[in-house]
């Protein structure tokens, strides 16, 4: 018997339901990003707020470049439904807080899908999350040191306005 | 229009039960489900979005509907269903062997493609 599964596509259908669920999850750190470009904005925080842009659309990318992925391989990509979307934050410092907490949740995402794939020998998709991993380096160490910048600057004086400024600047430049 | 396919000698039984069941055709690549007195003819991804319809339907929220009360109509493709709470048991059932088997075909059909001819 011909293995109709397996003719129509290279993805389990746990795999692809994780693959998914992630198309949703960047999804909805996208709408998040684009929500604390909003709040920067309207709070003076201009080179936050151009930050937060960036990353709102590199999140989109990620999402596309997932969500091509499961079609590419035969499978059947969701287009998701983005809701709770937190618009207010009480300072400054709790937006960076959140952004790290975010990441942090994509990454251990990331290894779970890549925990699956090494359980199934789903060895062509692990190659594809390669890219991801090495994404979320360079993520969670851009959200860091922003939120380092709170410690380093401090928040007292015109500090707000320093760590604005300097957001911007931060560059992962590792291999 | 399904209803005049008629099950030939090429069809591999995938999985049956007293109140219907799942035939694979290797010639055209694609599924025959028997039941409720009606044959489909439908694709892999077909009979899989199938699956997930059933699979989430709330049966304990279908029987306490006042009016239309306990039935459901699945579209898929060109095939329509129209099922009771019962008759829902009983597809999914049926489905639910025959993914068990199209699991069960895959990690032999896997086993058999990595076996070093010599
Ligand atoms: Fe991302």
Not at chain 1, 62 to 86: A, C, F, R, W
Not at chain 1, 146 to 167: M, P
Request: aromatic fraction near 10%; glycine fraction near 6%.
């Amino acid at each position: 018997m011909k293995d109709l599964m397996r003719i129509k596509s290279l993805l389990s259908t746990e795999i692809e339901a994780l693959l998914n669920q992630q198309v949703k999850k960047e999804a909805h750190s996208s709408s998040i990003y684009l929500s604390m470009a909003s709040w920067c904005d309207r709070n003076g925080f201009d080179g936050s707020a151009d930050f937060f842009f960036k990353q709102s659309n590199e999140e989109r990318e990620h999402q596309l470049k997932i969500y091509k992925y499961i079609l590419d391989m035969g499978g059947t990509s969701v287009s998701p439904e983005v809701t709770n979307i937190k618009n207010d934050w009480s300072t400054f410092r709790e937006v960076f807080e959140d952004a790290l907490d975010q990441e942090i949740a994509i990454t251990q995402s990331f290894k779970n899908i890549v925990a699956r794939c090494h359980k199934e020998q789903d060895y062509v998709t692990l190659e594809f999350l390669n890219w991801f991993l090495r994404e979320q380096r360079e993520e969670e160490y851009v959200a860091r040191r922003a939120l380092e910048l709170f410690e380093v600057i401090g928040e007292q004086g015109t500090g707000y306005w320093d760590i604005d400024k300097n957001i911007g600047n931060i560059k992962y430049s590792a291999e | 229009m399904s209803e005049q396919h008629i099950i030939t000698a090429d069809l591999i039984e995938v999985f049956i039960t007293s109140r219907g069941g799942i035939y694979q055709s290797d010639v055209e690549n694609c599924l025959y489900l028997n039941f409720s007195g009606k044959t489909s003819r439908l694709s892999f991804s077909s009979l899989n979005d199938l699956k997930k319809i059933i699979d989430k339907v709330d049966l304990g929220h279908m029987c306490t509907l006042i009016e239309h009360a306990d039935i459901e109509i699945i579209l898929i493709k060109d095939n329509c269903f129209v099922l009771s709470g019962l008759e829902i048991i009983y597809l999914k059932e049926i489905l639910d062997g025959a993914f068990a088997m199209f699991g069960l075909n895959h990690i032999i059909t896997d086993c058999l493609d990595r076996l070093v001819m010599s």
